[in-house]
C-alpha cells in the first residue's frame, strides 16, 4: 500500500509540471418534458447532428463509392486532411504536410497528437486510409518528426534534474549508465533507478516519456538497470 501511496504521489507532482492540459469533452444535458415530445425529439436529433463532431478513424464505410477521385497535389492532400482535422483538434492535435514525395506523403502530427503513445495507429488506421480512399495515387504515408534536440548525456540529464527533486521526497535517485547507438534508429538510454521508486514502473513509464518526448526520435528506447 505505501509503494501505490507513493507512486500516486510522485505522479501527481509530476503531472502538474506537464505543458498539456486534458479538458473533459462537454457534456449535453437533454431535459425531459411531458408535453409536445415529438417536437423535443425532432430539436434533440437535430442537435445532435448539428455538434457532433464523426470521426473518420470510426466509419470506414462512410466514403461515397460514386465519389470522384482526387489528384495528388499539395492542396488536395491538405483538402482530405481538412475533412479529419476536426477530429484530431478535439483530441487537442492537428496535422500538416511536411513533405509530397513521388507517391509518399509525410505528415507531421502536431500538439497532443504528436506525442501520443498511439500516434502510428492515427497515422496509419487513421489519415493514411482517408487520403488513399480519396487519392488512390498515394501509396504510402509516413510520419515526419520534427527535429530535436541531439541525444547525448547532457540532455538527459536536463530531463532527470526535472525529476530527481520529486525522486527525492520519496526516497529515490536516478541517473543515467550511458546511451548505445546514438546514431542509430533505435537508440537506447540506460537508467538506473535507487530507493524506494526503483521498483514503481509508473514513475519508470513516465519518466520514459518525458525523454522521448523531449528527443522526438520514434525509436527511443529507455531501458532500466
Known amino acids: 500500500m505505501?509503494?501505490?501511496?507513493?507512486?500516486?504521489?510522485?505522479l501527481s507532482t509530476l503531472a502538474s509540471t506537464q505543458a498539456f492540459t486534458v479538458v473533459p469533452s462537454s457534456t449535453r444535458v437533454v431535459s425531459n418534458t411531458n408535453t409536445n415530445t415529438n417536437v423535443n425529439n425532432r430539436v434533440v436529433t437535430r442537435l445532435h447532428s448539428e455538434a457532433e463532431v464523426v470521426s473518420p478513424f470510426e466509419n470506414p464505410e462512410g466514403v461515397d463509392p460514386n465519389e470522384e477521385h482526387l489528384e495528388l497535389t499539395w492542396e488536395n492532400v491538405d483538402k482530405v486532411l481538412d475533412e479529419m482535422r476536426p477530429f484530431l483538434i478535439q483530441d487537442g492535435g492537428n496535422v500538416s504536410i511536411a513533405e509530397i514525395?513521388?507517391?509518399?506523403?509525410?505528415?507531421?502530427?502536431e500538439g497532443a497528437c504528436g506525442t501520443c503513445p498511439s500516434s502510428t495507429q492515427t497515422m496509419k488506421m487513421g489519415l493514411e486510409?482517408?487520403?488513399r480512399e480519396k487519392i488512390p495515387e498515394i501509396q504510402e504515408v509516413i510520419q515526419a518528426m520534427p527535429e530535436g534536440p541531439p541525444l547525448d548525456q547532457e540532455q538527459?540529464?536536463?530531463i532527470l534534474d526535472g525529476v530527481r527533486p520529486f525522486l527525492k521526497v520519496a526516497g529515490g535517485n536516478i541517473e543515467c549508465k550511458g546511451i548505445e547507438g546514438e546514431s542509430s534508429l533505435q537508440p537506447i538510454i540506460n537508467l538506473k533507478m535507487g530507493g524506494s521508486s526503483a521498483s514503481l514502473n509508473s514513475v519508470k513509464l513516465e519518466i520514459s516519456q518525458?525523454?522521448?518526448?523531449?528527443?522526438?526520435?520514434?525509436?527511443?528506447?529507455?531501458?532500466?538497470l
Do not use: W
Not at 514525395?101 to 502530427?109: I, K, S, W
Not at 522526438?216 to 532500466?224: A, D, N, R, T
Open 101 to 109: 514525395d513521388g507517391p509518399v506523403v509525410r505528415l507531421q502530427l
Open 129 to 131: 486510409r482517408g487520403l
Open 2 to 10: 505505501k509503494s501505490i501511496a507513493t507512486a500516486t504521489a510522485i
Open 156 to 158: 538527459v540529464e536536463v
Open 210 to 224: 518525458r525523454l522521448q518526448r523531449h528527443f522526438m526520435l520514434s525509436g527511443l528506447q529507455v531501458e532500466f
